[in-house]
């Protein structure tokens, strides 16, 4: 018969408990891995009771806690470092936007002015495009997710309008007679009348007879 060191061994395969975390009971009492079973009465069709080792178990669970232990402070360090990324780029939203609220003064006054029919320098436009282009670009380096991404999204939307404003703005201030609600029309109405008069054309030539007589008065 086999000592409980063979039988830990035949049943570490089947269970996965490794040998030295096992305990072999008998009949209640532990059986060391040096005894023979058969000295101990074990026989074939005996019971016999495997506990995992308490020592072993504590040691696991201890593992399994200090795991879950470093797994929470893993994702309380990570949703720390979300949240910090998150207000880095709210913060550097919300800068955008101040400074475009400022341009949008900008393009607002030269609105004014091209509506008015003053001519505008193009100069104008290419600074205040230029500057929009800046605070694109800022817009486009913020790595930004959840709300913040979609803050970014709005300014990124607003700052394109305003180009578009100023494209439009442009081309008027070039052409100020290309907005028809602007344009003057001016047009000239001929009046007609029965003798011609007032008209491109004239009337036709009368016609009168002429009588030339031999009659001659004579004088003294």
Do not use: C
Request: zero cysteines.
């Amino acid at each position: 018969m086999a000592r409980p060191r063979e039988l830990k061994k035949e049943i570490a395969q089947r269970t996965g408990l490794e040998p030295e975390k096992q305990r072999v009971l008998f009949r209640g009492k532990e059986k060391e891995d040096k005894e023979h079973l058969h000295s101990a009465g074990v026989k074939d069709n005996s019971k016999v009771l495997v506990l995992e080792n308490p020592a072993s178990k504590e040691k696991k669970m201890q593992e399994m806690t200090g795991s879950k232990k470093k797994g929470e402070e893993m994702t309380a360090s990570k949703e720390m470092k979300e949240s910090e990324e998150m207000s880095k780029a709210l913060a550097a939203v919300a800068g955008v936007r101040k400074e475009v609220d400022k341009l949008s003064e900008r393009v607002a006054a030269l609105e004014v002015t091209v509506n008015s029919g003053t001519k505008v320098a193009d100069k104008e436009f290419d600074v205040s495009a230029e500057l929009l282009m800046r605070e694109l670009l800022k817009l486009d380096g913020v790595e930004a997710e959840g709300e913040a991404k979609l803050q970014r999204k709005a300014e990124v939307r607003r700052v394109q309008n305003f180009h578009e404003t100023l494209d439009k703005l442009k081309a008027r201030n070039s052409n100020p007679f290309s907005n028809s609600s602007n344009a003057v029309s001016v047009t000239t109405n001929w009046e007609t009348f029965d003798s011609g008069t007032g008209s491109f054309t004239s009337p036709p030539p009368k016609s009168y007879p002429t009588n030339v007589t031999q009659d001659w008065e004579q004088f003294d």
